[in-house]
């Protein structure tokens, strides 16, 4: 029985079984690849979902940021960097209600002349057009002369020159070459206006250097930037003056004086005078670099007459002063300081003034 057991298999036996061996063989590899590809898959779709996340991650993060670039440059349009810069200066890095600092810079309006008249020949969309269109050129002079604007009034702008690295003296200039450009810019307007049969517009400046206060005012949901003081009055008034004296840009003697503009620019004394809500009286001059080389040089001819008639007329001599005005008139028939003069001392002849008058006009 043992022997039978020990003989050897048949050959198809054999071969079953070989076979047989070869196909669970193969099977178990096909097994190992699934496996193996199995857990690749598994892997690449965690990478795969690991990289997607930290994209959108990302993602969120360039959003946030892309919104605060936004919002920062959509919050300059309303608070001037340069406001952060002055309060960065004096030793504060934020912007909180009610900061107050005092500082020393010159101040600079503008207005369109006749706007009211202007405006009421458009319709309320063409307003907004022309005006976004004006302040658009307005912007680049002051800007590129070291200012920036603080407020729109209306059709008027009011601009601050307070260089941070530079002196009184540099604050004074940028103003003066700004309002020069100012007057470059419009003549460039202009012309662009009458290529499309749009009427000539024309603006007065006033400048003023001295002391002011500059902070933040409001409540705890509303705040702005303000400059607050009796420069910025004076400014305001010296712009208003530009009319009445038929001139572009009229300066104190303050600023002048700072700017140590004589033989920078040239300017002529235009009067002695107190403004609304002041008591000591100023002096006030025109800037008329700007003017045709012409009229330039008869203003300038007949500058120490005007300034000689006005000496005059502070101690009350009428005559004389009348005598050095009518002088100025024969240089410059066209002028209409010498006329306005003569007509102040005819005038003020014939009134009773105060004991203590000083020469000054209120206006």
């Known amino acids: 029985m043992l022997e039978q057991v020990l003989q050897p298999l048949p050959l198809f036996l054999l071969v079953i079984i070989a076979l047989y061996t070869i196909v669970l063989v193969v099977l178990l590899r096909k097994t190992a690849r699934l496996t193996v590809s199995a857990s690749t898959s598994i892997e690449n779709a965690q990478q795969c979902a690991y990289q997607s996340q930290s994209e959108e ?24 960097k340069q406001f952060v810069d002055h309060f960065a200066k004096h030793g504060s890095e934020t912007l909180e209600l009610g900061r107050a600092d005092e500082d020393e810079l010159a101040i600079l309006f503008s207005d369109i002349r006749g706007f009211t008249s202007l405006s009421e020949q458009m319709t309320p969309q063409e307003l907004m057009n022309f005006l976004n269109s004006y302040f658009l050129r307005m912007n680049e002079p002051i800007h590129k002369n070291n200012g920036f604007i603080d407020k729109f009034i209306g059709d008027a702008v009011m601009a601050l020159f307070d260089r941070p690295t ?41 400048i003023h250097f001295g002391p002011v206060i500059i902070g933040t005012v409001g409540s705890d949901d509303r705040m702005d930037t303000t400059v607050i003081g009796d420069s910025v009055n004076i400014a305001f008034r010296l ?62 001819a007949n500058a120490e007459l005007i300034k000689q008639g006005l000496g005059y007329r502070k101690q009350q001599q009428w005559q004389d002063a009348m005598a050095h005005f009518q002088q100025a008139l024969m240089i410059n028939p066209e002028d209409t300081l010498a006329i306005h003069h003569l007509d102040q001392c005819a005038k003020l002849q014939n009134t009773e003034l105060a004991a203590d008058w000083d020469g000054s006009i209120l206006l």
């Not at 919002?71 to 608070?79: A, E, P, S």
């Open 239 to 300: 712009e208003a003056l530009a009319p009445k004296y038929n001139t572009d840009i009229v300066i104190s003697a303050q600023t002048l004086e700072q700017a140590d503009a004589k033989g920078l620019f040239e300017y002529r004394l235009l009067d002695w005078i107190r403004v609304k809500g002041r008591k000591s009286p100023i002096e006030v001059y025109e800037i008329i670099d700007h003017q045709d080389p012409k009229v330039k040089q008869l203003k300038l």
């Open 166 to 206: 530079g002196t009184n003296t540099d604050k004074a200039q940028d103003a003066i070459r700004a309002a020069l450009d100012l007057r470059h810019a419009i003549n460039l307007y202009n012309q662009h206006r009458s290529n499309c049969n749009y009427p000539p517009v024309n603006i007065g400046i006033g």
């Open 57 to 80: 991650v990302l993602k969120q993060y360039k959003d946030k940021a892309d919104e605060a670039m936004r919002l920062n440059q959509t919050f300059r349009k309303f608070v001037p």
